[in-house]
């Protein structure tokens, strides 16, 4: 069974810091551009960090950065979100998700459309 699996979510203090993995089974992640996306209550899901399937190149919206850093370990098939100086706005359900358009590139992309597997989500909530 092709999947993703979030984890690292949770409760954490503006200011704190929390680590997200995105982890795969039933296939190989190498290669493929893996996108973060969040979803606030009463907002649309949106794209905001990628990083590439061929030399590990990474993307921000500006939302996130400086704050963010996105990275993988092929090896261990799995993908990370590092999240520093958390503010109450970046709370949401963070989603990682593979895409096929940029497959093998130094490329990567944070369109929803271009999403080919979604994991199930994680709950991320930033307050004092």
């Known amino acids: 069974q092709v999947q993703l699996v979030e984890s690292g979510g949770g409760l954490v203090q503006p200011g704190g810091s929390l680590r997200l993995s995105c982890a795969a089974s039933?296939?190989?992640?190498?290669?493929?551009?893996i996108a973060w996306f969040r979803q606030a209550p009463g907002k649309e899901r949106e794209g905001f960090s990628c990083?590439?399937?061929?030399?590990?190149?990474?993307s921000y919206a500006d939302s996130v950065k400086g704050r963010f850093a996105i990275s993988r370990d092929n090896a261990k098939n799995t993908v990370y979100l590092q999240m520093n100086s958390l503010k109450p706005e970046d709370t949401a359900v963070y989603y990682c998700?593979?895409?096929?358009?940029?497959?093998?590139?130094?490329?990567?992309?944070?369109?929803?459309?271009?999403?080919?597997?979604w994991g199930q989500g994680t709950q991320v909530t930033v307050s004092s």
């Open positions: 039933g296939f190989s992640l190498d290669y493929y551009a």
């Open positions: 990083i590439s399937g061929r030399d590990d190149s990474a």
């Open positions: 998700a593979t895409s096929s358009t940029y497959y093998g590139t130094n490329y990567c992309t944070i369109s929803p459309r271009d999403v080919g597997v």
